[in-house]
């Protein structure tokens, strides 16, 4: 039997010219496809460009921002803030305050016990002669002009100090010499520490961003009931000068904008710095050029980073619109950005952040209007109310959480 032939397809005429006439309109959307991605990539890559840009903008607008400042102090130094410091944190001696005895913890508290620094406080100054060495550092803020040490965000470098503690650790112990100094009626000595360490707050945030700001709110904290205490005891001829270097200070504070600035720079350099043009980084100062790190190579990570990039930039610029603004006024804008910018970052979180930095200059201003005592009423302001009665004026910051900082200075002869 034979085997019966096998059928062949015929393919039907129609059928054939249909494909002729699809295929040009198939080829056709596939290369308007890859123009479209190619066009895609082009726009993102220049919106990155753009962003980077305006990176390069704000870190050149923070590196050459003018940095004189009134002086506080009838004695300043030449030279910057930094480079003062420098040498003292090359000598810094970590004296772990963390674990502090408690009677020098309580000998700093407000309402403590009048008298001298305790044995146990002695025991940890002493032997370095940190009491000569903290004064030093703090009056590094009497310099001419701001700007941080060299090298102080370089990783493993000894002067790397991205929590600031040198300066908080100052601030502890000379909290002891202020208060064993306002107790033996040295008022003169008390002001003027109180004065360094509260201008080297203000120093710390030139540059510093929120790390440096963050620190300054701390360290303030840490000096204030020493420095109020002085205020108390004192009577108004001894607080004028005082007053008159807080007025200095408090003028020449940093405003929450420019933090934000600072640290759109000091936290994007690492990060972002590789999508910075070789000649714009060319142009930077060569420690924020050490710190820009190579571009990744595998995708998608330079294309996420590019976004990363455009998205914080954009939450960063709006921040700053609003961060200047009283706590109240700011409060539902910040809320409008944070659902703005949700999945881009925590504006709570930097919400939380502003609100505390807004206590440097708030404290220095009650600190001030207090030390201005006399037989004249003061007047309240902004951020402060002021009520008189028994011979004494109350001092209270309008915002609630700041309630424990209000002074009471009473007008009677001492």
């Known amino acids: 039997m034979r085997d019966r032939p096998t059928q062949r397809a015929v393919e039907c005429p129609a059928v054939k010219t249909r494909r002729r006439k699809l295929w040009p309109f198939v080829l056709g959307g596939?290369?308007?496809?890859?123009?479209?991605?190619?066009?895609?990539?082009?726009?993102?890559?220049?919106?990155?460009?753009?962003?980077?840009?305006?990176?390069?903008?704000?870190?050149?607008?923070?590196?050459l921002e003018l940095r004189t400042r009134p002086a506080h102090a009838s004695s300043q130094t030449v030279g910057s803030f930094g480079k003062c410091a420098e040498p003292r944190l090359d000598s810094y001696i970590d004296l772990n305050l963390n674990d502090e005895?408690?009677?020098?913890?309580?000998?700093?508290?407000?309402?403590?016990?009048r008298g001298r620094i305790p044995d146990e406080c002695l025991a940890i100054v002493t032997p370095h002669n940190a009491l000569a060495w903290a004064r030093g550092l703090m009056a590094c803020s009497r310099s001419d002009s701001a700007g941080l040490p060299e090298n102080i965000f370089t990783a493993?470098?000894?002067?790397?100090?991205?929590?600031?503690?040198?300066?908080?650790?100052?601030?502890?112990?000379?909290?002891?010499?202020?208060?064993?100094?306002?107790?033996?009626?040295?008022?003169?000595?008390?002001?003027?520490?109180?004065?360094?360490?509260?201008?080297?707050?203000?120093?710390?945030s030139w540059g510093g961003a929120l790390a440096g700001t963050m620190a300054a709110v701390t360290n303030l904290r840490i000096i204030y009931p020493a420095c109020v205490e002085a205020v108390v005891q004192a009577d108004a001829a001894q607080r004028k000068k005082f007053h008159g270097s807080l007025e200095a200070i408090w003028t020449s504070m940093r405003t929450n904008s420019?933090?934000?600035?600072?640290?759109?720079?000091?936290?994007?350099?690492?990060?972002?710095?590789?999508?910075?043009?070789?000649?714009?980084?060319?142009?930077?100062?060569?420690?924020?050029?050490?710190?820009?790190?190579?571009?990744?190579?595998?995708?998608?990570?330079?294309?996420?980073?590019?976004?990363?990039?455009?998205?914080?930039?954009?939450?960063?610029?709006?921040?700053?619109?609003?961060?200047?603004?009283?706590?109240?006024?700011?409060?539902?804008l910040i809320a409008k950005l944070a659902a703005k910018h949700s999945g881009v970052g925590s504006v709570a979180s930097l919400e939380k952040f502003l609100r505390r930095a807004d206590e440097l200059p708030a404290l220095v201003e009650l600190l001030a209007a207090a030390s201005s005592v006399d037989a004249r009423s003061p007047a309240s302001s902004a951020s402060f109310t002021v009520t008189s009665g028994a011979g004494a004026f109350e001092f209270k910051p309008v915002n609630p959480e700041l309630a424990k900082y209000a002074i009471k200075i009473s007008l009677a002869k001492k």
């Open 101 to 113: 005895p408690e009677a020098c913890k309580a000998f700093r508290a407000p309402n403590a016990p």
């Open 258 to 332: 420019a933090m934000l600035r600072d640290e759109a720079v000091i936290a994007g350099i690492e990060v972002y710095g590789f999508e910075l043009e070789p000649r714009q980084q060319a142009t930077l100062p060569k420690e924020l050029r050490d710190r820009i790190g190579p571009a990744p190579a595998m995708f998608p990570k330079p294309q996420l980073l590019g976004w990363q990039l455009m998205s914080l930039r954009a939450m960063n610029a709006d921040l700053r619109k609003v961060a200047d603004l009283p706590d109240d006024e700011r409060a539902p």
């Open 30 to 63: 596939v290369v308007l496809l890859a123009i479209a991605a190619v066009a895609s990539a082009f726009a993102f890559r220049m919106r990155v460009a753009q962003a980077a840009s305006g990176f390069l903008e704000d870190t050149m607008e923070m590196v």
């Open 156 to 204: 493993g470098h000894q002067r790397q100090q991205v929590q600031f503690a040198p300066w908080t650790q100052a601030a502890k112990i000379l909290g002891w010499e202020v208060r064993a100094q306002t107790a033996t009626g040295q008022f003169g000595l008390a002001f003027e520490t109180c004065a360094d360490v509260i201008a080297s707050c203000r120093d710390l």
